[in-house]
């Protein structure tokens, strides 16, 4: 009997050290799944922080190419101004160009043909400043084209990056 009795002991002693072997494991589990719990959620506030910077960088590029783009429009508007008043002073230029046709077969009217060649001089003169303006006006304008590609560009990368980061888990 006394064989069987601390046999009988024995078992429960041994299924005691499985249970708290048992609950070691459950425990250490437990802690290894608390700590991946806060590592994960410290990595969930980067990239919500990453996002927030994202969005933020996103409105600032959205803004900045706004812009852009107003100012190229302003730029364009310049431009076309320009050309116009280059082509009304081309015909002025044309026009006063007749008059000193007319006027070089009187020799009586030397004075007033000396003054519209002055005239046409000034007139050549802001001809060209005008196409000089067109010309710098143009090459902005490509700048700005370029400015605002770029910065849509940008924007779409943002918004790809944002997409990803919103797909992560």
């Known amino acids: 009997m006394?064989?069987?009795a601390s046999?009988?002991?024995?078992?429960?002693?041994?299924?005691?050290?499985?249970v708290r072997e048992l609950i070691e494991a459950m425990r250490a589990r437990l802690e290894s799944a608390i700590e991946?719990?806060?590592r994960l959620a410290g990595e969930l506030e980067e990239a919500r922080a990453a996002l927030a910077r994202g969005e933020a960088e996103l409105k600032k590029e959205r803004r900045a190419r706004a812009a852009l783009e107003a100012q190229a429009e302003e730029r364009r508007r310049i431009?076309?101004?320009?050309v116009a008043e280059a082509e009304a002073l081309a015909a002025e230029r044309d026009q006063v160009l007749e008059e000193i046709t007319g006027l070089r077969g009187l020799e009586d009217q030397a004075a007033l043909l000396q003054e519209a060649e002055a005239e046409l001089a000034d007139l050549d003169g802001r001809l060209q400043e005008a196409q000089s303006g067109r010309a710098r006006a143009e090459a902005r304008c490509r700048e700005l084209t370029s400015d605002v590609e770029r910065l849509s560009a940008a924007g779409e990368a943002l918004e790809a990056l944002e997409s990803l980061v919103r797909r992560s888990p």
């Open 2 to 4: 006394t064989a069987h």
């Open 7 to 18: 046999a009988g002991g024995a078992e429960p002693q041994q299924t005691a050290a499985a």
């Open 36 to 38: 991946d719990r806060t």
């Open 79 to 82: 431009a076309e101004e320009a």
